[in-house]
Structures are given as C-alpha cells and as structure tokens.
C-alpha cells in the first residue's frame, strides 16, 4: 500500500498548532525586536582627536582595541564618516543638526583669533544658546530620561566651560542629569575615563526601566595624554618611545579607552539591554598627527616668516593627510561604529559619506520626535542605510573660515561630491611642509584614487574645479553666511599673530545666535 501525501487528521492538528506556535514566536520576536526598534535607548560615545588609525577595525596596528573592533562586529563600521575638523564646531553641530555655517559656532571656544591677518575672519558665535534646540531636548520631549558626562566645550559662561556643563544648567540644554567632575583635572591621571565610564553605567542602571539617551564625551586622547601608570610602563617595556609618535602613554590611553567602552557594553549586557539600545562611537576630529610652533608668528615676526615648524607628533593618521584642525581627509574623516541589533546588520560595512549633522535628525527619527518647525536641519536622516538601503546622493559641505596655526588652517571652505573633494582657500594657506602661500586658491582631489590627498588636480580638471567651487559658494550664500575678504586690518608685522585679546573692531562685532 502507498503512503498517502497528505497528513492523517491528527498530523493536520498537529501540523497546524506547529505552525500556529511557531508563528506565535516569530510574532512575539517580531513584536520584541519592532519595540526595540521603535524607542531603543541610546548610548552616544563621542571621544576627543582619535583617528580612525587607532582602531583594528580601521587598520590600526599600534595596540589591540578588542572591544571597539568587537562593536564593529557587531554591527556597521563607517567608511566614509565625517566631523568638523575642531571639538566645538563638531558638537555644536552634533547638537544643532546644524551646519556651522548657521549655528555660527565654526571656530573653538573662548575667542582668540588673527586680526592682523591677510583674511578678515568673521564673527563667531561664542555660546550655545540656551534658547537653542538641541538633540537632547527633542529626545527629552519624547520621553527619554537623559544624561551626559564628560567634555562640553559648548560654552564658556556660567552655564559651564570645556571642561563640563554644570548640573544646574542641565535642564536649560535638554538634560536631567549631568556628571560631577572627576576626582583631579581632566588632563591628569586616566583623563577622568573610569570616573566618566561610572557615572554612565550608574545613569543606565538608575533609568533602565525606560528609554534613556546618554552622551558620553570622553576627554582622551585629547593633549595632554594621560594614562594609567602601569599600563604607560607595559608599553614602554614593549618598545614604544616615552614621547613623539606613537608614545606609550598614547598607546597606552587608547588601551585604557577601549577597556572602559568594554566594560560600558558590558553592563548593557549584564542588564539585559543589548537588544533594545543603539550604540553610536565617534570622534570629534581627526587625531594629532603634528602640532606646529606657530611662535614666530605669533611674536610678530609673520611678515617674513615662510615655513611652520613642527612641535610635536603624537599619533600618524596615514594613509590620510594631516590631522587635527585640517580641512584634509586626516582632520575631517573620523571612526564610525554603530551597534543596534534589532535593526542594523552585524559585521557590516557602509562607505555612504556622512556628516556629524545627520545623527540629529537619525536619532530624533528614531525616538518618534520630529524637530521644531522654525528649526532648520542641515542633516539627512540616516535611517535608510542602518537598514542596509541607499541615501539619495548629495555633497557635504564645510565651513571654516578661520586662522590657526598650531593646526596650519586658513580661511577655506570645503566640498565633497560624490568622489570629488574641493578645499577653496579664501586668500593664504599652508602646504604639506608648512610653507605658508599667498593668494586664493582651489585644490581638487579625487578620493576614489587618492585618499590621502597628495595630488592636486585643480589645474588638470578646470572645469570640475570651477563646477565644485561655483558650488560651494552657492551653498554659503544661500545659508546665507559670509565669504571671508581682504582684511582692512591687515598688518604685515605681525600678520598672523594670534590673540586672546579682542580688537576694537572684533569687539564690535556680533554675530547672532541660531
């Protein structure tokens, strides 16, 4: 006798309550991972001046970072991820979703500045306003319980300085809780990262019953580097030099860094919260590959001063060029790590450029909340992408319209449009050697080909050149904001001379606040 093909009527119950508890499951599953997925808490770890070189997950070679590259593993690591080049302008854009070109806070807070110099800089906003919508306020207005610790840097008035924003000033900026400082300064001992690690695990473990958003912005590696005694002693032991690049006590900082992340991301495990919180790892710039010793300058002697000097080194961003404060690849292009395990695909990869402006509008997006109506966003939600989907194709944009010569920076502006990057310099510049050079000019670069920006192809491609910079000066115009000029205030002896003391003409000046 041939076996039937179709189930008895008892096999037809039993195959339909499989399948009924199955689909039960994979509904309650469904149901758990759309929740989190929903409202997930959010854990935002923003350190200071690492390149993307410290990281194995980027290449590094210099000390293991198991944690951070165990984050990359488990969920999307950034190619392509972008910042300004300096810690203000990146948080207040992080904050704002705003440009800096409309926030007004494109230069680093308190004032000091070149007034003497060839190029007029204008006015800067000095102060994050209180008034000001900021990320943390739309996430509050969704009903997350929300906590910082760490550097501020966002103001320097009562409210609170680089060092931290002061807890009674929390509230005014979309907080409900701010750390206490560390137990010493900020640029000594461990840079306070243990003391910062506690109080946001301690945060977490107080408000885990409901959706919490933490910024954790961490002091290291910002100079002076500092780090634990022993773990300084185990990497001179291994051969690394007390001092230049790649000094134990930066290795053994960055060391010390990837530990605390671990045991942060511990504690989200221990408390059963992996699942339903979105991670998000950055830097505010690109890492200190030279400082130079602008003294010369700055005594007076700029009028037949050519060349800037190296001061010190501290960690090499290579393949890219320059470092901290520059408008090249080495400034601008940071680490990027974001871990969500309902929603973003483990062991991924994204090369879509992105901008600091773009985690306001992601994460307000995330949390259900849409910003003020009367509040411009500069940033592209980047829901689609966390989701393994495309962005519309779009340019970046920077604005940086300043002197500082510790970092070699002038005047410029920045574009980049797809595979083509324009660095418009608005009147003087520096070369890769620190020779200092009159005159505007535009250098083009093709990143596909040339990451590390050593081939200029202005000259070659002119009308690309034009293109990108009739571009960029539209985009300043329609914000609208500025295009730095000659100055009328130019002083050939002491033309590049910084200072924290304002000039008549600076002091009258008054830029207003977003």
């Not at 000095?126 to 900021?134: I, K």
């Not at 002061?166 to 640029?187: I, L, Q, R, T």
């Not at 000019?441 to 050149?465: I, K, M, N, W």
Request: charged fraction near 20%; aromatic fraction near 10%; hydrophobic fraction near 40%.
């Amino acid at each position: 006798m041939t076996r039937s093909a179709c189930p008895t009527s008892r096999g037809r119950r039993l195959s339909r309550f499989t399948a009924l508890a199955s689909a039960w499951v994979l509904a309650a599953f469904s149901a758990s991972a759309t929740a989190a997925a929903a409202k997930p808490n959010i854990l935002f770890i923003l350190t200071d001046d690492q390149g993307r070189q410290t990281l194995g997950s980027y290449g590094g070679k210099q000390v293991p970072t198991p944690h951070l590259d165990g984050l990359a593993r488990d969920g999307m690591r950034f190619t392509d991820a972008y910042v300004m080049p300096q810690c203000t302008p990146t948080r207040a854009s992080l904050f704002t979703g705003q440009h800096t070109a409309r926030n007004g806070m494109w230069h680093v807070i308190g004032w000091y500045g070149y007034p003497w110099a060839p190029i007029a800089e204008p006015p800067f906003v000095e102060q994050l306003p209180r008034a000001a919508f900021t990320l943390p306020k739309g996430l509050r207005s969704a009903g997350y319980a929300t906590g910082m610790a760490g550097k501020w840097h966002l103001t320097t008035n009562a409210d609170g300085d680089y060092v931290r924003l002061k807890p009674e000033a929390a509230a005014a900026y979309g907080f409900d809780f701010v750390a206490p400082p560390g137990p010493d300064s900020p640029s000594q001992g461990d840079k306070w990262v243990d003391h910062l690690t506690d109080q946001a695990i301690g945060f977490i473990e107080r408000h885990r019953e409901r959706p919490w958003f933490f910024y954790l912005a961490h002091h290291t590696v910002h100079s002076v580097v500092a780090a634990p005694a022993e773990l300084v002693a185990k990497h001179r032991a291994a051969g690394a030099p007390a001092e230049g690049l790649h000094s134990a006590v930066y290795l053994a900082a960055l060391e010390h860094l990837d530990h605390s992340i671990g045991r942060l991301l511990a504690k989200l495990d221990e408390l059963g919260l992996r699942q339903q919180t979105l991670v998000v790892f950055l830097s505010d710039n690109g890492g200190i590959q030279s400082v130079y010793d602008a003294k010369d300058f700055t005594n007076g002697a700029g009028g037949g001063l050519r060349k800037l000097q190296v001061q010190r080194e501290e960690f090499s961003n290579a393949p890219f060029r320059a470092g901290k404060g520059s408008p090249y690849e080495g400034g601008l292009r940071v680490p990027c790590l974001i871990r969500w395990p309902s929603v973003v695909q483990a062991g991924s990869t994204c090369s879509t450029p992105i901008h600091v402006i773009d985690w306001l509008p992601t994460l307000l997006d995330v949390a259900g909340v849409a910003p003020p109506k009367d509040h411009m966003v500069d940033g592209t939600n980047l829901g689609p992408l966390l989701r393994s989907g495309k962005l519309a194709p779009r340019p970046l944009y920077w604005y940086m319209p300043l002197h500082d010569l510790r970092w070699g920076a002038t005047p410029c502006a920045v574009v980049r449009d797809g595979n083509w990057k324009l660095i418009d310099y608005f009147g003087d510049s520096f070369d890769d050697d620190g020779n200092y050079i009159t005159g505007a000019r535009s250098e083009l670069f093709d990143l596909t080909h040339d990451s590390g920006e050593r081939h200029d192809l202005a000259s070659q491609q002119p009308e690309q050149t034009a293109r990108l910079r009739r571009q960029l000066h539209a985009w300043m115009q329609s914000i609208p904001v500025s295009i730095p000029t000659k100055n009328p205030h130019y002083d050939a002896a002491r033309s590049l001379s910084e200072t924290k003391q304002k000039q008549p003409w600076n002091a009258s000046q008054a830029q207003a606040a977003p």
